[in-house]
């Protein structure tokens, strides 16, 4: 792609945009009275169960993070919240019909669950087993942050059936990495991953984030090559988003040098370029994977979904989380627990469910959801398929979107056919973009979500 091209298509859709991990957002959830209601709409569900538990303790803040963190080095503040997550499993598991269904993923986030001991990481995973029937050939994956991490800590959760690990590298270099404040050795990661392939994990993943202080399209370059000597089977290479007003320590990144729009857009082909010459799959947007591995496979089947942990294979699943902030989603609500970690211990404590904020979806918003998902996942939209669904005339139910896709059909991101729209293969470069037509309720600007590139 020529310097020209992209610094048009960086002004004209480089704009305030969703992630679209969900529809509708987060920012749509509303506050809930009483979540039970919420709850007990979806007791009756055979679907299967992912599993959700947001372990939020980290050692030490990362300036470019906006997750929802507790930054401790104190280990006994891990004792206190699994005791208070055996309670709220408890608390849920009246309503998740389990004699009917079984968990086919079960996945820890935070934070960061290699802050856990060895003897609390078991603990955890235990009263998980005693509570929830576990299927056979599930997923059970942990985001690990390799300076916590150590060979005991894998035996444990490879003890336990893990067998899918994501490690957190975001960047090899050491002058990105003091801008950040996460010194994170490349010797470091590749000692962890040694000890994943040893105790048997069938899948590492290396998440990478580009748009960072002091990267350039050369440095990330050499990152990448680093990266790739871990062989991971899939890469998450996110887009840097900027939201100070939602995570405040972020604006200590501005007095660094952050690359601009052009770069970070430089970047994102540098990106492609160098993996899929080296054997992976572009997934979509910020996923990579080796051409065998489940991700790709679903790609070429038609089989992808995404959800709160990004691309997934999972299809049809229902999300359970535990912890706090932590959300679930059925095929017709959302709900997400209460994000403080004092309050949410506090409505533990008092046998409440946590649940503060939530959704219940109408069939506008899964018509909808239903078709950003598609366009995020598989890129090519039939119209006769959603009259047939969801009796509408297509043509005439979403006439402002379709005329809102002219300007990128002009610039080779969508093909209207016979059929619909196909998403090409510049356009799934700004999925995000394609898919914002088609949101009822988006409110862009500065305030709410980062920009696309």
Request: proline share 4%.
């Given at each position: 792609m020529s310097i020209e091209s992209t610094r048009e298509l960086i002004t004209k859709y480089n704009r305030p945009g969703p992630r679209y991990t969900s529809y509708p957002t987060a920012l749509q959830f509303e506050p809930l009275e009483d979540p039970v209601p919420h709850?007990?709409?979806?007791?009756?569900?055979?679907?299967?169960?992912?599993?959700?538990?947001?372990?939020?303790?980290?050692?030490?803040?990362?300036?470019?993070?906006?997750?929802t963190t507790v930054?401790?080095?104190?280990?006994?503040?891990?004792?206190?919240?699994?005791?208070?997550?055996?309670?709220?499993?408890?608390?849920?598991?009246?309503?998740?019909?389990?004699?009917?269904?079984?968990?086919i993923q079960l996945h820890f986030g935070g934070g960061s669950p290699s802050?856990?001991?060895?003897?609390?990481?078991?603990?955890?995973?235990?009263?998980?087993?005693k509570r929830f029937p576990i299927a056979k050939d599930a997923e059970i994956s942990a985001e690990l942050d390799p300076r916590t991490l150590s060979e005991g800590k894998v035996k444990v959760l490879a003890k336990h059936g893990f067998n899918r690990a994501s490690f957190g590298v975001q960047?090899?270099?050491?002058?990105?990495?003091?801008?950040?404040?996460r010194i994170q050795p490349d010797e470091m990661n590749r000692q962890c991953a040694e000890w994943v392939r040893a105790s048997g994990f069938k899948g590492l993943n290396v998440d990478l984030i580009y748009g960072l202080p002091h990267q350039t399209v050369e440095s990330f370059r050499e990152t990448l090559q680093k990266i790739l000597a871990y062989d991971p089977d899939r890469l998450a290479v996110f887009s840097y988003a900027h939201v100070p007003w939602v995570a405040p320590a972020q604006k200590i990144l501005e007095r660094a040098t952050l690359p601009d729009p052009e770069t970070k857009f430089s970047m994102l082909l540098e990106t492609i370029d160098t993996l899929t010459k080296s054997g992976y799959v572009y997934i979509g947007m910020d996923h990579f994977a080796k051409a065998d591995d489940?991700?790709?496979?679903a790609l070429a089947n038609g089989g992808l979904h995404r959800n709160f942990q990004g691309y997934t294979t999972k299809a049809g699943s229902e999300l359970c989380g535990f912890g706090m902030s932590s959300i679930s989603m059925s095929d017709i609500a959302y709900r997400q627990n209460l994000k403080d970690l004092e309050e949410w211990h506090a409505a533990i404590a008092d046998n409440r469910l946590?649940?503060?904020?939530?959704?219940?979806?109408?069939?506008?918003?899964?018509?909808?959801?239903?078709?950003?998902?598609?366009?995020?996942?598989?890129?090519?939209?039939?119209y006769q398929e959603y009259n047939d669904s969801f009796g509408i005339n297509f043509s005439e139910h979403f006439s402002d979107a379709i005329a809102a896709l002219e300007e990128p059909a002009k610039d080779g991101l969508v093909e209207f056919n016979e059929k619909g729209f196909l998403v090409t293969s510049k356009g799934r470069l700004l999925l995000r973009n394609i898919a914002m037509p088609f949101d009822d309720y988006l409110q862009a600007g500065p305030k709410r979500h980062a920009k696309t590139i």
């Open positions: 709850f007990e709409e979806t007791s009756q569900s055979t679907a299967p169960l992912s599993l959700y538990f947001h372990l939020p303790f980290c050692e030490s803040l990362c300036w470019f993070c906006a997750c930054i401790t080095c104190n280990r006994d503040h891990a004792d206190r919240y699994i005791d208070a997550l055996e309670k709220e499993m408890d608390l849920t598991l009246p309503y998740l019909n389990l004699k009917n269904r079984e968990a802050f856990l001991t060895e003897e609390q990481l078991d603990r955890l995973c235990t009263s998980i087993y960047d090899v270099n050491p002058v990105v990495q003091k801008a950040v404040h489940e991700l790709s496979i946590p649940a503060t904020k939530g959704y219940r979806m109408t069939q506008e918003d899964r018509l909808r959801r239903d078709l950003i998902m598609n366009i995020m996942c598989s890129g090519e939209i039939v």
